[in-house]
Every structure is written in C-alpha cells, then in structure tokens.
C-alpha cells in the first residue's frame, strides 16, 4: 500500500480518536477504487464514460437482459480504461463493465439468477454506442380487455470518477473494546467514504455475504437456516474466501434516484479465479437493506 494512502488513513484515524489503535487498523485496511459522483456535464457527450444510470453503452447486437419480470433495468457502468488502480488489482486494463438488475431478488435463492447480469465488453470502450431503451412488457387491463406497453423506466443518470482509498472493515477492532471505541470505529469506516466502491471490504447493511454466495452459488437456498444447515456447508464455507466484492452501489437519492429496499446496497461479488479469467457472467449479487 502507497505512503500516501496510509497517511490519508491516519489522519482520518487520528480525527475520530483512535491512533492508539493505528497498528491494528493498518494491518486490517484494504485497497479500493472509491466511484465517486461528480457533475453532470450536459455538453459533454463522452462515449462509455463510468456512470450510474442512463442507457449503457453497448456493442451492435447486443440483446437487453430481459426475465419473466421484463427488462432488467441499467444500474452502472465501469470504463476500466479510465479506472485508477492499486497494487494487485485483477481488472483488465481496458474494456466496460455493465451491470443489471431487476428490483426484485435479492439473491438468497440460487433461482435469482436470472434478476441480475453484468457484461464484460472487451476493447476500446470509445467504439460502443448507447443502447436503445427497451419497452417493458405489456400491462393487462380490467379483465384483459387491452394491453398497454410501456418505456422502461430509467436511473436518472451520474458520472462518476474513480479514486484509490483504504477500506476497513466494518465488524470493528474487536471484542473488548467497549462501545465509546466502538462509535469512534463507525465514525471512521464512514468518514472514509467511498459507498459505491469496487473491490476493498464491503459494507454489509446485514451480514457478510462471502459465505452466502458460497452456498447460493452451489444450489443451497439461504432465505433461511436451510442452506447453513445443510451437510454441504462446512466444506462450502471453507472455500468462500475466494470471493471478491467486484461492485458496492449504496442508495444514492441525491445524485441519482436508486434506493434500494429501506436505504440498502447492491453487492456484485465474483471469485477471484473467475476474475483472472474474466467471466464476469459468473457474479453473484445480493441486496440487502434495513
């Protein structure tokens, strides 16, 4: 980790009074790209530019995801060419990213498969063109005398720009430390920002997730106990270290219109061999909100 990182850490450490602990929230910190909304540049037509909402950029021939609820609605778009980086970063170095979802899973159940999607568009990013927005499915009226179809509703649009940032996380230093520590500690993991972010530790509205998409992702339902209590799960939380958080989207009404449940989060985890490999399509996400 860069000198300058660590000491951007500190002072914000210093300011919510815990340096006594710095040695302990060093060793923890992790790298991330912070996605951080800037303004609207109504003159500036860039092509794939990293953003929330709008319509993405695609390549010709591209079909909308679509599943039994209708087009998945655009959330984001990451242009990797333009992305900072951190030692250790597994991204490609050029090319977009392109994330889906539906409003309704919320990725407990390996049937939610079909309400999210991310893409992976290789290449110069520049050469993509704005897809066409796709029209919902038809609306039935009283006893199905008409049907009415209608433009899918879009995310009002935000640019965003990347920077690099330390991420702690957010379980605290601990048992032991006592409550007081414990408010300086969620001072901080707020103060440090970056709540859309890619990769670093997530910011679990709930529980951790990496165990969860171990065991959804191999055919074990977790809305409830079932899939922690099934014999499978020992050996599948053994290896659920391989997950990477890929994308964090938090709700954001003031820069653009997502909420997501009661003020939650959209998480696009991925493995890390995946990730080497480049098969984005094997994401997993999850929602989760108060």
Partial sequence: MGSELLDELKMTVECCGLLDQWSTIEAAARPAIALEPIALDMNNNARAQSRLGGLPDVPAGFVWPVDEHGPLKFVAQINLQNLPRFDGCLLPDQGLLSFFYNEQVWGFDPKDRDGFKVYYFDGDAAALSPAAAPVSKGKSGIFGMFTKKEELQLYK???????????????????????????????????????????????????????????????????????????????????????????????????????????????????????????????????QCC
């Fill in 157 to 287: 649009m935000c640019p965003l720009s990347g920077r690099v940032l330390l991420t702690l996380p957010v379980d605290g230093l601990g048992p032991g430390y006592g409550d007081a520590l414990y408010d300086n500690y969620c001072s901080l993991t707020e103060n440090i920002g970056g709540h859309h972010r890619m990769f670093g530790y997530a910011e679990p509205v709930q529980n951790e997730m990496e165990y969860e998409c171990e065991l959804v992702t191999n055919g074990l339902y977790c809305g409830d106990a079932s899939g922690y209590n099934d014999p499978r799960a020992a050996a599948l939380k053994a290896t659920s270290h391989h997950w990477r958080l890929l994308l964090q989207i938090d709700s954001d009404t003031d820069h653009s219109d997502m909420m997501w449940g009661d003020v939650g989060r959209l998480y696009f985890w991925i493995k890390e061999q995946d990730l080497k490999e480049r098969r984005f399509e094997n994401c997993w996400m999850i929602m």
